[in-house]
């Protein structure tokens, strides 16, 4: 499965942003999913997940409340809603599909070449 993310940019502190996470290949209900962030020189960090079986999510405590992950009827688009951002949540936003460990470890064969998330103060 290809996956390819939009909805990134340049937002205000306060503000919100969209990130879609679009699948050719196959549709994502095969898949668990997840999305992480990184900036530049630390390591991957886990954000959020959904289950392919019942829809379960998963959220790290940083985003909870703040963040949504789910998967569109049609199954072959995921999304992620940012909302209330700080300047600390700029980052290269990248969704994943299939996990190999842990949903929360960045142990995923296919990612996504991420979605840049710049929140200015």
């Known amino acids: 499965v290809q996956l390819v993310e939009s909805g990134g940019g340049l937002v205000q502190a306060g503000g919100s942003l969209r990130l879609s996470c679009a699948a050719s290949?196959?549709?994502?209900?095969?898949?668990?999913m997840g999305w992480f962030r990184q900036t530049p020189g630390k390591k991957r960090d886990f954000v959020a997940a959904?289950?392919?079986?019942?829809?379960?999510?998963y959220y790290a405590d940083s985003v909870k409340g703040r963040f949504t992950i789910s998967r569109a009827n049609a199954k072959t688009t995921a999304y992620l809603p940012l909302n209330s951002l700080p300047p600390a949540d700029t980052a290269v936003y990248s969704c994943?599909?299939?996990?190999?460990?842990?949903?929360?470890?960045?142990?995923?064969?296919?990612w996504g070449p991420g979605t840049q998330v710049t929140v200015s103060s």
């Open positions: 994943a599909a299939q996990p190999q460990a842990p949903y929360y470890l960045p142990l995923y064969p296919y």
């Open positions: 959904i289950t392919r079986n019942d829809g379960s999510t």
């Open positions: 290949g196959r549709t994502l209900s095969t898949y668990d």
